[in-house]
């Protein structure tokens, strides 16, 4: 495991994601700097700063602990 975090930590976030402890994971982590922000268009979609970095892999990332019978699809 190449996280920064404990293997314990990890696998008590596992185990309250799959109970039902928790139900959502989230991020507030917004990797930009404030000038992207001040240079940023509000008034259309496709300028808006993104504020949830690797959102693109979450989803694979529930499916593969499908796969491994972590956690069910219901």
């Known amino acids: 495991n190449s996280s920064h975090w404990p293997q314990e930590d990890i696998e008590a976030t596992w185990t309250a994601l799959t109970d039902g402890t928790i139900d959502l994971i989230g991020s507030d982590h917004m990797p930009h700097t404030k000038a992207?922000?001040?240079?940023?268009?509000t008034n259309t979609f496709h300028?808006?700063?993104?504020?949830?970095?690797?959102?693109?892999?979450?989803?694979?990332?529930?499916?593969?602990?499908?796969?491994?019978?972590?956690m069910s699809l219901v």
């Open 36 to 41: 992207e922000f001040d240079n940023a268009v």
């Open 47 to 70: 300028s808006v700063v993104m504020a949830a970095p690797f959102c693109e892999h979450w989803l694979s990332m529930y499916l593969t602990e499908v796969a491994n019978g972590r």
